[in-house]
């Protein structure tokens, strides 16, 4: 099948493959839209099934990251690059040199950073090979503690403050005593519950990885789930914080929570599923929208002058933006996903 033909092609720009058999490296960089601003987006390191299941989420999540750049008001584009193989197992410094030079070979179009399975490390590796590597240098951070170039925490802060404004504007509450079940214990996740915890919230977590899960409960009294059982939980709000899809047809019907908003990226396995959760009166996060923490952070870096304070504030914006959203789709009877989609459009359809 083209790529021209598949399912998710949203009218992408550039999608590039890229094989190197001696540093064992297949990879795919898809760059959606440029039309506020070069490219950027993460690169994932995952043991996808087979290439047509990498190139399935390299084309949402670059999709996503157009959005996510327009609601987060940047001069940006969106991106993404999947590398095919377990970040565990099978990542080497031959690859990330290699990934480094097939960044580099987009000319400037694309810039990665850090995503699932890449780490600081990797890309200051890839940046050995490239200038169009983002994350490697970084002069600020939005809690005033000393910036590594990892944009997670940012990211966490920036789904902290939006869950704190959907629960807000849902229940009519603060996060004393709710109840949080989150899907994904990784870098994001687990700052994320770290802030959940000191606001007095309630937690339920899961992971494919044991050691997630063992420090959750150390460190914050977390209660473990099953992976299988964390949607289905008589809770106030899930979320998920790790692949995307996850709001689908089997997990739907089982969950009781008011709000879902988390850190992972693409939740809905179809735009249709908002309107069914809309319908259902369960408030959705659009996930670009609340997730966009991590990017505005790596806008910040790259910007000539710029501050602590004004990271945190452009981070904090994430709330506004939400509620902005929420209130335009209940006057207008619409899901919020659709809503935040029309907003993005108009935003990014034109070019700066």
Known sequence: MSVFDHPEFDNHEHVAFYHDK????????????TNLGPALGGCRMWP??????????????????????????????????????????????????????FVDSLGGKYFTAEDSGIAVTDLQTMAEQSEYIAGVQAQYHFAGEKPDGNPAPSTAYGVFVGLKASVEYALKSDLQGVKVAIQGMGHVGFRLAQHLKAAGAELFVTDIYPEGIERAVEELGATPVAPEEIYALDVDVIAPCALGAS???TTLPTIKARVIGGAANNQLAREEIGDILHKQGILYAPDYV???????????????????????AHIEEIGDTLKEIYTRADAEQKATNRVANVIAEERFSNKA
């Open 48 to 101: 996808y099934i087979n290439s047509s299941e990498a190139l399935t989420d390299v084309l949402r999540l670059s999709k996503g990251m157009t959005y996510k750049a327009a609601m987060a008001n940047l001069k940006l584009g969106g991106g993404k690059s999947v590398i095919i193989g377990d970040p565990r197992k099978a990542k080497t410094k031959e690859m990330m040199t290699a990934m480094g030079k």
């Open 22 to 33: 001696e540093a064992g490296l297949s990879a795919i960089i898809a760059v959606h839209n």
């Open 247 to 249: 709001i689908n047809d």
């Open 290 to 312: 609340l997730n966009a923490g991590g990017i505005i952070d790596i806008y910040h870096q790259r910007m000539e002058s710029s501050s602590n304070e004004a990271l945190r």
